[in-house]
């Protein structure tokens, strides 16, 4: 592994002004405005993976933005692994907040500022330069590689799953490597083995055809607001948290004795965690600890609600409806669709008489991802990482939805490794987004780490 | 009483003249704009009282708009009524949905359509027209009779209570007679005996420092909404609808069966009512009559509610916190602030440990209004409506809240009679407003039987 590390310190600089180069183009995905920085992003990330040497390079082209692929093939034996980034990043406003351009790369402090830095072009340039390395220097990879790289992730990756259904034989492999995730800290590297899956829909409750007058006919018919809150409170039993939904744990895959010791090693203090938030305390489904609860169980959450009088002061209303946004975080093996469809029966089953109910589902559903600790690409990951941090990496699963996760895993039948060199404090989505450069250039050797041990354990 | 209906007769077409000329200023006491209306309308009313004979007539100022006062003392040993009704009126917006011109007194098929011709420049001029005919024809009235017309019952009597306070011997009466409201039918003649109270809040359920991602952190920290929507579920029984925080129906003054008897006699249908309000059904307090629970039972409603993501579409939030307005209408003999007092112990006390609950009381409380229907004032009305309408009247209780009939009661120590001659249909406080000539008509009869008659019983 000499001469990789190596290549990769005398690079280094180079290194940084191409990131730079590729971070300066504003390639926001969700504003139109910038689709020409899409198409400049793309062509770039083309460039990028030729220049690392491999093969079958091209745009595919999606309803959306291009799909960037390319491809080595000449470890004749060895597994297939698929890597995937994105070259698309959010918007940046507000702009006023930014102490450096967002666009402009600034290093400081050992911090590479900048929007993308972290989520996710300094992630998947990692990718880029590992191959680069090997391919330069040993004219070959440890195991087949085959890159993705796409730009819609950042709106919810609408096209990804139509292209990677058209090209299942293009894309099959043994394993995904994702790079676009955090590490717990960087004395406290991590693995992320599993992301929460989630359905979310929109009820409401009617009792009138129109407002009426509180003094005139209050008492008199039901109260939707009155209903919906006796409704939602059937959902969640308010003294176990537990969801109440007939069938809604069937399907869950029980957490096992080795993986909740593997989820208490993880750092964790309930009084500073509920500090930070402004909470009195944790609460959460009885018998889990908060990491199990936010990352292991499902959940059944409002998201908003409303009804009636909403604005400033008085006003003797009785309202004709009331509404409330629901959603549930999914684990593995939760069906999105089943869950939906048992709430939706559920949700209506409840409802007295008195009303009308109606349950709107939205279509962002998606599954949960889980890799199990012992498969062969997390226990490369975990041999890698034990290489460059010196240290056992913790296990960790995430409480949001990375649905493309969900998709490869299902459409191309493979465990996904999200080995990611984040941090928590790198300010995604937001201003004065960063990616700490040690964690650049461990992601460097990490990543190679990961092809030498995976060519090993499959 | 030969003369005084000869006399309403023979005037009939200079009073609806004099009543045009009323409603032609606009004096709307909600639009600053019509201050000067104002000014002219509390004006063109002394003119009226001086005119009718009373004496001692006069403008006396308040912090807001000025209360015309004017009294007849001469019956010797008599009782002494006190007549009240306002010479505000509503906005006119939309004017687009007027057929007529909203300040035009328009006649078309028996009914007077302007604003104001009900509520409540109708009314109280029929107040006018009785005294009138009365001083002219006989030179004084069968009672001792006070007047007092405000400028602001439109926009919640702001400055009469004070004024009441402040002049309590200049108001010192045996009864008030309120023209004000609306009967039944114009072959269902009724007198209003009760008004529900009102005390109306604002709660507010919070645990969070700030709103947070729902992936991130749910399941790990309690959900506003949904300890809200629990502790709203626990204000009032969903089976019995029966209000429960403790003490809440401790002062309240029972049904009696001769009252549920005169309820009872009252036209109503639920299925009709449920069907015009777009209700599958009824639904109210265990024991009570749709039309005991919507004027003698005391109620507990949620006017509002609000909380996390409103808008379109999915955000995947956690809410920080989720916010309610709620109001009890009240019966007699409940106290708004006890009741007020009574719901914020009781509240705070259901909040679990997770959340930080706050109430905010708003200012608009107000006491319920109850005349028995023994008294000599609803005797006298009862037997005037006879005798005008040829048939008994039905003994009415109103929702709605009119918070200084119970000022006056409570200030005056005194018995309100609401003898109103407006229709159901009238659009009140809406375009279109109208009032029956004929309602307007036997108005006048029917307020002169009423102080013929009140002098007999008192």
């Not at 005139?216 to 039901?222: F, I, Q």
């Not at 989505?429 to 700490?436: F, G, L, Q, T, Y």
Request: hydrophobic share 40%; net charge positive.
């Amino acid at each position: 592994m000499k001469d990789i590390l190596d290549y990769f310190k005398a690079n280094d600089e180079r290194y940084l002004t191409e990131l730079a180069q590729f971070i300066a183009i504003p390639s926001i995905s969700a504003d139109p405005a910038h689709r020409k920085d899409i198409t400049k992003t793309a062509s770039f990330v083309e460039k990028q993976l030729k220049a690392a040497g491999l093969k079958n390079v091209k745009q595919h082209p999606t309803k959306g933005n291009p799909v960037v692929y390319g491809e080595w093939l000449g470890a004749k034996g060895a597994p297939t692994v698929l890597l995937y980034g994105h070259y698309d990043v959010q918007p940046v406003e507000p702009v006023s907040l930014w102490k450096t351009p967002p666009f402009e790369m600034t290093i400081k402090g050992g911090k590479m500022f900048a929007r993308g830095t972290a989520d996710d072009k300094g992630q998947v340039f990692i990718l880029f330069k590992v191959i680069e390395a090997y391919l330069k220097n040993r004219k070959q990879l440890p195991v087949n590689v085959k890159v993705i790289v796409e730009g819609e992730e950042e709106v919810g990756s609408t096209n990804l799953a139509e292209f990677v259904k058209k090209n299942r034989a293009l894309l099959s492999c043994d394993s995904i490597l994702i790079a676009d995730t955090n590490m717990l800290g960087k004395d406290k590297p991590s693995i992320t083995y599993g992301l929460r899956g989630l359905t979310y829909l929109e009820v409401s409750v009617t009792s009138l055809n129109g407002d009426q007058h509180s003094g005139t006919y209050g008492g008199a018919v039901a109260n939707p607001v009155q209903v919906l809150a006796e409704m939602l409170v059937q959902c969640k039993d308010p003294k176990t948290s537990k969801v109440k939904i007939p069938g809604f744990y069937d399907d869950v895959v029980p957490l096992g004795r080795k993986e909740r010791g593997e989820l208490a090693k993880i750092p964790h203090n309930d009084e500073h965690y509920a500090k930070r938030l402004g909470a009195t305390m944790t609460f959460g489904e009885k018998g889990y600890s908060t990491i199990e609860r936010t990352g292991a169980r499902p959940t059944f959450e409002i998201n908003g609600i409303w009804g009636g009088h909403t604005g400033e002061g008085v006003k003797t209303v009785l309202p004709a409806s009331a509404h409330a946004k629901v959603s549930m975080r999914l684990v593995a093996n939760q069906d999105p669709g089943k869950i939906a469809k048992l709430f939706i029966d559920y949700f209506k089953s409840i409802a007295p008489p008195t009303v009308k109910a109606d349950v709107k589902l939205f279509d962002n559903n998606g599954y949960a991802a889980l890799t199990p600790i012992e498969s062969p690409g997390m226990k490369a990951a975990a041999v890698a990482i034990k290489k460059v941090y010196k240290k056992d990496p913790f296990y960790t699963r995430e409480g949001g939805s990375i649905p493309v996760v969900a998709d490869f895993q299902q459409l191309l039948g493979v465990d996904a490794i999200l080995l990611g060199f984040g941090l928590p404090d790198d300010n995604l989505h937001a201003p004065n987004e960063k990616m700490d450069l040690s964690q650049f250039r461990a992601g460097l050797a990490t990543v190679s780490y990961f092809l030498e041990e995976y060519a090993k354990v499959k």
